[in-house]
């Protein structure tokens, strides 16, 4: 048995908060560049232009990415053989409130009253039991404006990959710039109505790029990224190409029906 002391999770959220939205990843930064490369719309190649400096400015200033920092969404991967030194629940909470004491609050206590939490707190945590004596925490940041355009559809037990790829296509155009595209789409499939979109939310912590583990999935990811990038929305609506940098999806048993 291993034990973990709630402070040093405290300690290493709080650091990952900062990171996250003062550092764009490598692969986002990467696919961004090659986009910018391939984009045939002089407006849609000049955002993409401003969003690597943006990104460069972000790094070297210590500023936030963005102006909203997000909603902290916690992945836990719990292994069977760790021991927490304290409550996990504060520690986690606690980090949060830390890593955002110099960035934007985003969160309300309630969604009619609208008061400000005044620390971005509660963060939304998702657990899971995993064998082994470790603890994996992944962190998202998710913007206000991408999660007001996700979607939920139910699909038939007989609908096949040309269907998942026109729903997929028509949320998006009907999305339009609102989500400040280039995006990053996170697809769930399967499931019941409540684990479909935490798959979604779940894929978008793959490396773009990588390739999905079953070829028909990463055959079916490529189709949907083509279809979405001839919408010509482009980037930040201004049309072109890049409407997308990648569809991810993540897959789930589901009910016959």
Known sequence: MRS?????????????????????????????????????????????????????????????????????????????????SGNLNEAIQSGVARGYQSLRKSIVRDPLDRVNTQDNTPAVIHTEIAAGDTLKINLLAKGGGAENKSALY???????????????????????????????????LGGTFDTAPLLAKKALLREIGSAHPDQNYAALEKEILQ??????????GYGGITTALAAQILTAPCHIA
């Not at 038939?156 to 269907?163: G, I």
């Not at 279809?227 to 010509?232: F, Q």
């Open 4 to 84: 973990i002391a709630a402070e040093l999770i405290t300690a290493k959220i709080a650091a990952a908060i900062v990171d996250i939205n003062l550092h764009l990843p490598p692969d986002v930064e990467r696919t961004l560049r090659e986009a910018e490369q391939k984009e045939t719309s002089a407006a849609g190649r000049s955002v993409l232009q401003k969003l690597l400096q943006n990104a460069q400015i972000a790094r070297a200033d210590g500023l936030p990415l963005c102006q909203d920092t997000g909603t902290c969404v916690v992945f836990l991967e719990v292994g069977q053989e760790v021991r927490i």
């Open 154 to 188: 139910m699909l038939r037990p007989t609908a096949d990959k040309n269907e998942i790829v026109k729903k997929v296509v028509e949320i998006v155009q009907k999305a339009g710039s609102a989500p400040c595209p280039p995006l990053i789409l996170g697809i769930g």
């Open 227 to 236: 279809e979405i990038n001839k919408l010509n929305i482009g980037p930040a």
